[in-house]
């Protein structure tokens, strides 16, 4: 059975994980107190139920953010002068992540494919083109996928998925950091020790590890 | 000429503006009362006041943070037990004991200057 202190973990973990916090943080664990008075308050005269945590969450979550972001600057500007308060973005998941990845796979290798059928054809004279044929190609892709990023904040799969690379502004990655987050991307093996690394280290925030030392996100934006 | 909504809006606006500041000064003076968490200094601010503040969790926790993050207010975590999450509990330190008496001092005079335009005097 549920009690009320298990949901208002869970409420406050994954609101934490949407808005990019660690769910062990001081800022979450204020969250899950600060929730808690407020359904108490609901519940005055007799015993809290589920019901009270749920209501309180309801009314409450659009603020919540307040209580979990670190640069208070911005919330504390808006509050006084009444102008609206751009709360975190929702970090993506990485479902949605690997599909949009898979997604610029399909392209890529589609076109790596075709690019080697073309030039073999071309320069069917030259010894071993393959191999120097398709790491040229995934230079060229290399460099097509970092300017997606940089220019756009997005891949092709990315926006499909409707998912953005943001740094702690919210605003594109820059030239070099676009570059240095897509190389694994190229390479599958450092792909997946760059994602595992990433979950290994840090708090739980859903960044590769690249992403973590470019401090940059990727958020969903629907 | 701007519609009776665009003035009261007007004043809306600037009391948001000086109340950024009003906050500051309540809020540590409600923690100079002794220690006290999020919820509970909230429910002061806006139970006391007269109103005039109306603060909610946006302006409240984020200035905490800030005010910790400066070294005016020190922190600890409380644990009641009983199923009830544990709470941070914000004190003043020495920081911010001379923090209060600095905004209390500016206040004093701004408010005391002020009087010859806001009385309506001029």
Known sequence: MTTI???IETITKQAALDAGVDPDSDARRELASHLFDLAAARAVGREMTLADVEAAWLEFSPRAIHLLREDAAPAIEAAATGAP?????????????????LLDVAAMVATVVISALVLIELMSETADPLEILVMIDLLILLVIMS??????????????????????????????RALIITVPKIFPPLLALDTILGLLTGVRDRRRLTERLTDLRVIQVN | MP???????????????????GLRLALLSILNEGESYGYQILATLQARGDGVLHPTEAAVYPMLKDLERGGYLLSRWHATGDGVPPRKYYRLSASGNRLLLGLRQAWQQFRDGFEDFAGGKG
Not at chain 1, 85 to 101: C, E, K, L, M, N
């Open chain 2, 3 to 21: 519609e009776r909504e665009d003035l009261a809006e007007e004043v809306a606006r600037w009391r948001r503006e000086i109340s950024k500041g």
């Open chain 1, 5 to 7: 202190h298990d949901r």
């Open chain 1, 85 to 101: 308060f751009v709360p975190i973005p929702r970090t993506a998941s990485w479902r949605r992540r690997f599909a949009a990845y």
């Open chain 1, 147 to 176: 300017v997606f990023e940089a220019r756009r904040g997005a891949t092709p799969g990315k926006q499909t998925f409707h998912l953005r690379t943001v740094d702690a502004q919210g605003r594109n990655p820059s030239w070099v």
